[in-house]
């Protein structure tokens, strides 16, 4: 095992993530390099250095400034909902359905919200993630990022 | 406070409900704000809030497409959220804490600012260093320390918020420790001696 690797399966360790084969393999190391017996000590240290900074808190009131602001959404008993709420408890077979019922419905109901046209500038409506690989097609962000552009046009 | 768990809380604001809604606000609003201050380096706690709620107005948005999903926590969805408005909120605004490595006195915390009241001048400078130096990690390194060493969340878990694989969260994390052992305790970066306290010591 190299050093590098070695430092790296300490900083898994100290994380509880290092699965019993890694964990007596990077033992074996360990006994014969103090470089790396001493990689413990410096990942403690980043954690020591990291706790200095303070736990900000939100405002009382946070939560009541938050719910005045949020769009209203029409549901009601549509054909939609029923349709949804009749797929919801299906078992995966159904998944592929209720997605796209989800899918339609968010984009129904954010035509029926007529909310005001976004400020420009407004950072939800950036479709871009910086150095982070694609979003995958069907998980959760990559939906929330094609309504957040569906409801910006 | 209600006992309901947090995925039904989406489902149901999902359909609209607000008052549902609250209660998933009033119990992550805290982790939220933490995660937007540390991983943006704000100093300003009106702004860190102001971010934190474009977070759950855009939760709430995209309640209507959330599906939960065995051993996916509801925090890592909106951490998700969070991380990418925090990256897109970076491109279009000047980070604040890029000045502060500059010694710009603007980026001198204020009364209303993240700090407690009671925090003395030696802790703000020392938490301003390390504000400094989480700012210079690449954004992938800086939000899986953050999400490990602040919010305790599991490789899996990290690796769900930022879309990534387990392994590559280790790979993260030790990068994002070597890189923050080393700039805090280089030279230039002139950091007050507490700031990397002798932790050999105290270890033993
Ligand atoms: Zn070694």
Redesign the pocket.
Known sequence: ???RK??QLVSARKDGELDAARGVALRT??ED?P??QQAADDWAGVSAALAVLETPEPRPGFTQRLIVRLPTRQIGRSVWSEWLEALRPAPLAADGLALAAGMLMAVWMNGEQRQPAPPPGDPTQTVYVESFDPLPDGSAAAKYLSIVTESGR | MTDRPDDELVLAAARGDPGAFAFLVERHHGALMQFVCRFLGLADRNQAEDLAQDVFLAAWKAAPTFRPRPGVLVLSWLLRIATNICLNYRRGACLRVAASLDRDPCAVPESADCAEPEITALAQERAECVRAALAELPPMQRAALILREYHDLSYAEIAEVIDTSVSAVEALLFRGRSRLRDLLTAEEFEPPPQVFPDWRAESL
């Open positions: 095992m190299r050093c070695a430092k190391h360990l390099c470089a790396c």
